[in-house]
């Protein structure tokens, strides 16, 4: 097993380095750079004619060798990547580093908390349906469940902000705390109102992902439920709590469990448009807006920072799988 | 009969307009109602001063010194006249947001404090140009400098500071300060302040700043009277810089120093920063708030001789988006916000005009305009004979006709927002500039007969029947489609949707119009190379043509944005460009406000005459603000010779005692002591 992971390690690397090629190549393809971005701030919040702020610009390219080819940017920003060193990010004028480590607790512990959602409010229903099936919860469940998948979970945010503030009366939506408590210390009264901010992202980016896995358990246990072994383990006079429990749901989980795998990037990536529209101190964003401003760094980081826990979750994917399933060896 | 049926008439009339006039709520509006800047701010000792409660117990515990010991000799006062509402009471919360990362508190370094007004609220400077709406014949006010004269030959300058002024930190502001932020920062070129030499040279000499003593300093000049020059001391140009704070971290003061460090000296969350503004930030935790209470140490009076600012704090929530200080107004978390998009109008009105809205839009005057700019550069960019032959048909003021004639501005217009908040544009600057007189400007309106007519003269005709006319014989792209390709940045809605409605009145005329959203990156990066044909932009600057020429004519190789010289420096100005360039640059010196408005009236004239660019349509910005505001002028503009918080003191904004927000953030308030704990600080 340990050499097993050791070989998917060692091919690893040159595949993050062709992806960290590839992005960064796509990020400084367009005309232009960060310092358009801010010889545009200069122009419109500074109020500089456009001559002056070119002059800036151009002075800052210098600065941090933009005005260099692109290959010479690239290895300059590999080689600090292998130190650990991301690089600097223009916009924010820090280390990429503790940008991204500084919204990434708010980032997992929303991105965890959907996770669990979808799981947990996934499969139960799931199951319940597959073992009822065509019953009137199954339909209602099924009709849930198409709601939640064909809603865009940034315009279930947009309606949701919309009851709550124009029905309902509620003054403060956005973020994740009221403006009263953002400084204060933790409290109940803090940890209420936090409460009272956090369910809004949990429960519109969890419902998609609640959705998506009751439809898949309850298409893959239906699979299963019809094999003769189920068969077999209900003639030989087995509880039907544990032919579905012990027998059944141990395969039809797998692809649940492989999409837990394969879905470790939005961890850290966030629901971008949701994180946008619900203002959340999420690292969606920020990726975002150092896509539109060409803060090169930080967007390359970001994304190599993707690619690896793309790679490293289908790793822990396949790992989990086998564990799961004793059929499966990958020696 | 009759007689009777007049007399109930009048007495109706008389009944209706009482009712009207005592429905009508009085308009308390300020915008060119003054004479003089004395009407408005002035210098004067009192016997005795107020302070806000908080303060006065950090007095009374010590940990500051007495008012007046705080205050300058003489404060400056900001008249009865301009308080629209009177002077205030103390207290309250006033809620904002705002949506750009705080860099630092070096702004002469050229960290910006996250915009959205923070960097007014806390910037300083020798002369204020945001009030001058208010006066009759606007001219810069005095601020820190108190007054200032010109030498007989007009090359210097000599301003007078105010004595006694002090940081937040109780440190004495001095003329060193005035030379450290401009000899140190300014005219130095490893540091990126928001000016440089340039802007600063005069008849090709760079201005000497010399000090005379602590509180006057002389400007000198390569030329007589470059009054533009005032503009280059307000705000952000020539934000005062604490030399006592810097100084130490400047490389040509300490060996040891880098730029980069005096750059990155007072990092964003190492608070309080040392201000010389109404309010200090004395707490930020990035992506999530921004806290500033009161400065004690503030230098301004209202005539009751109460310290300014009255309100205690100001949170600003920071935003992943600029819309979200909209939403958070309209949700009731927020007292204030700029409605620049008139795709927000709807919303923002129909909330507005609940009776239990808590807050209220008022308009400005027409200061923003959508215009289209076509490439004229016969040089820059041109890499095909396609670029060379649509470059030749923009110069050709035929064609300019043609297109102006084809576009129903009316219909855009309306189509953007119907109303009074837009209305058509003719170029040149928006109707609500103090420089725009209706007279002047030549209208080349909707005529789609007469553009084809014109198109036709210009030997377009459409040879294949596909209803595009086609390049006539003598083009080198003979025969080929009349295409034009319209680039936008994503991010200006309203000129997208202004682009896409041009598209089909230009295929109207035989023109089939290309609109390319691209990101806003991109569309600067090719519009700043000459690589573009047509382009659609907001125009905030050209409500004051004598503060930004440069977006209005050929001030230098690289304006106007849509007239550049190539990289060789190859451009051929047209002779009404070359008239506009000279009448602008002649402005820089005259110092009479009736001569400057005639140039640039004439400046106008020639404008739309040879429709340099052609308008579309014009906006006004709404200013959404919480109804417990007071001493908002109706007419407050949100952007005209500065934004909203200059234009209009923000000190003197206040709140009724019932209508309060709860404080929290009273214990922060600094005192010198505060400022010794922080490892930036330099005098422990």
Redesign the interface.
């Known amino acids: 097993m340990l050499s097993y992971i050791g070989r998917r390690v060692l091919y690893a690397v040159p595949l993050l380095i062709l992806i960290s090629f590839v992005s960064f190549l796509v990020i400084s393809l367009?005309?232009?750079?960060?310092m358009?971005?801010l010889?545009?701030?200069?122009m419109?919040?500074?109020?500089?004619?456009?001559?002056?702020a070119?002059?800036?610009a151009d002075?800052?390219r210098e600065k941090y060798g933009l005005d260099k080819p692109f290959v010479l940017q690239y290895f300059t920003w590999l080689s600090g990547v292998v130190r650990g060193d991301f690089g600097y990010s223009f916009?924010?004028?820090k280390p990429v580093s503790e940008i991204i480590w500084?919204?990434l607790a708010w980032t997992l512990l929303i991105a965890l908390s959907c996770h669990l959602l979808s799981v947990i409010g996934g499969v139960l229903p799931g199951i319940y349906s597959a073992t009822h099936q065509y019953s009137l919860s199954d339909n209602f469940f099924t009709f849930l469940a198409f709601l939640g998948l064909s809603i865009p979970n940034f315009f279930l945010a947009l309606a949701l902000?919309y009851i709550l503030?124009f029905w309902l009366g509620?003054?403060?939506?956005?973020?994740?705390?009221?403006?009263?408590f953002?400084?204060?210390s933790w409290s109940w009264a803090k940890l209420v109102d936090f409460l009272k901010h956090f369910w809004i992202p949990v429960f519109v980016v969890g419902i998609a992902g609640t959705a998506r896995n009751m439809r898949v358990m309850r298409g893959n246990l239906l699979d299963i439920l019809g094999q003769q072994y189920i068969q077999v383990a209900r003639a030989k006079g087995l509880r039907e709590d544990l032919v579905i429990l012990k027998h059944a749901l141990r395969n039809a989980i797998q692809p649940i469990v492989m999409y837990l795998g394969m879905s470790l990037p939005f961890l850290i990536q966030g629901a971008i448009v949701t994180?946008?529209v619900l203002?959340?101190?999420t690292t969606g964003?920020m990726f975002y807006?150092a896509i539109?401003?060409?803060d090169m760094y930080l967007a390359g980081s970001f994304l190599f920072l993707i690619a690896v826990t793309l790679v490293a979750g289908n790793l822990l994917a396949d790992l989990m799988l086998a564990w799961i399933d004793p059929r499966i060896r990958y020696e | 009969m009759y007689k009777r049926l007049s007399v109930v008439f009048l007495v109706l009339a008389l009944v209706f307009s009482l009712a009207f006039a005592g429905l009508a709520e009085e308009e308390k509006n300020l915008g060119a109602s003054f004479d003089s800047a004395s009407d408005i701010l002035f210098y004067k000792s009192f016997p005795n001063y107020n302070e806000a409660p908080e303060v006065k117990k950090l007095v009374e515990e010590g940990k500051l010194p007495p008012i007046e010991d705080r205050l300058p000799k003489e404060p400056l006062v900001w008249s009865k006249a301009m308080m629209v509402d009177g002077t205030g009471l103390y207290g309250g919360v006033w809620?904002d947001t705002f949506a750009?990362?705080t860099?630092?508190w070096n702004w002469a370094a050229?960290?910006?404090q996250g915009?959205f007004g923070i960097n007014q609220i806390i910037q300083e400077t020798l002369v204020t140009t945001g009030p001058m709406w208010m006066m009759k014949k606007p001219d810069p006010l005095p601020h820190l400098a108190t007054s200032w004269e010109w030498s007989e030959d007009g090359k210097s300058l000599t301003m007078h500071l105010m004595e006694g002024v002090k940081w937040s930190d109780g440190v004495e502001f001095t003329a060193e300060d005035v030379r450290f932020t401009y000899e140190d920062n300014v005219l130095d070129?490893a540091v990126?302040s928001?000016?440089?030499k340039?802007?600063w040279t005069y008849g090709e000499k760079v201005t000497e700043l010399e000090v005379i003593d602590d509180y006057t300093i002389r400007w000198h000049f390569g030329e007589a009277f470059p009054v533009r020059v005032f503009y280059l001391m307000d705000y952000?140009d020539l934000s005062l810089s604490a030399a006592h704070v810097y100084k130490h971290f400047h490389p040509k003061y300490n060996e040891e120093a880098s730029y980069e460090g005096f750059n990155?000296a007072t990092p964003p969350e190492d608070l309080p920063a040392v201000v010389l503004g109404p309010y200090v930030p004395v707490?930020y935790?990035?992506?999530?708030?921004m806290?500033l209470v009161r400065n004690p140490y503030y230098w301004q009076v209202d005539e009751d001789g109460n310290q300014l600012p009255y309100f205690d704090e100001i949170?600003f929530?920071?935003?992943?988006?600029g819309t979200?200080r909209t939403?958070?107004l309209?949700?009731?978390?927020g007292d204030r916000t700029n409605l620049e998009n008139p795709q927000m109008y709807s919303m923002a009105l129909k909330e507005a005009q609940k009776p239990d809205s808590h807050f209220k839009v008022q308009w400005e005057d027409f200061y923003i305009e959508y215009r289209l700019e076509m490439n004229l550069s016969a040089y820059a960019s041109v890499n095909s004979d396609r670029d060379k032959a649509l470059r030749g048909l923009f110069r050709d003021l035929k064609f300019r006709k043609a297109v102006s004639h084809a576009i129903d501005r009316e219909g855009i217009a309306n189509a953007a927002f119907p109303g009074p908040f837009t209305k058509a544009s003719y170029g040149g600057y928006p109707s609500g500039s103090p420089y725009y007189n209706e007279s002047m400007v030549v209208k080349y309106p909707y005529d789609p007969e007469k553009s084809r007519q014109l198109l036709t003269e210009l030997g377009f005709e459409d040879t294949d029947g596909d209803e595009i006319l086609n390049w006539p014989e003598d083009s080198p792209i003979a025969g080929k489609n009349l295409v034009i390709e319209l680039i936008l940045g994503g991010?200006q809605d309203a000129a997208v949707k202004a682009a896409e409605a041009l598209q089909p009145l230009m295929r109207d005329v035989g023109i089939s119009l290309r609109v390319r959203t691209?990101?806003?990156?991109?569309q600067?990066?090719?519009v700043?190379?000459g690589?573009f044909e047509w382009t659609i932009t907001r125009q905030?600057?050209t409500i004051t043509p004598f503060?930004?020429p440069?977006?209005i004519g050929a001030?230098?190789?690289?304006?106007p944005?849509w007239h550049i010289a190539a990289t060789e420096g190859q451009r051929d100005l047209m002779p009404f460009e070359e008239e506009i360039r000279d009448l602008l640059k002649s402005t820089a010196t005259m110092t009479s406000p009736a001569e400057r408005r005639e140039a640039l009236e004439k400046v106008l004239h020639l404008y739309t005459e040879n429709l340099y660019t052609v308008g579309i349509y014009q906006a006004r910005r709404g200013l959404g603000i919480a109804k417990r505001f007071k001493n908002i002028p109706d007419d407050t503009p949100t952007r005209l010779y500065?934004w909203f918080p200059t234009g209009t003191p923000i000190q003197t904004f206040w709140t009724p005692a019932e209508d309060q927000k709860?404080t929290?953030?009273q214990d922060l308030i600094p005192t010198p002591e505060t400022y010794k704990k922080q490892d930036w600080y330099p005098n422990k």
């Open positions: 367009p005309p232009g750079d960060f358009t971005t010889q545009n701030e200069l419109n919040q500074g109020g500089l004619s456009r001559e002056e070119q002059k800036i002075r800052m916009q924010y004028k500084r919204r902000m503030v509620v003054e403060h939506v956005g973020g994740l705390f009221s403006p009263e953002v400084m204060r994180s946008i203002n959340l101190p964003p807006k539109v401003s060409q | 809620r750009v990362p860099e630092g050229g960290q910006t915009w070129d990126n928001w000016q440089s340039g802007s952000l990155n707490a935790k990035p992506d999530q708030q806290i949170w929530a920071e935003a992943e988006d979200v939403m958070n309209l949700a009731g978390s991010d691209i990101k806003p990156t991109v600067s990066a090719r700043d190379s690589d905030d600057s503060m930004y440069e977006d001030m230098s190789d690289t304006s944005a500065q709860k929290q953030f």
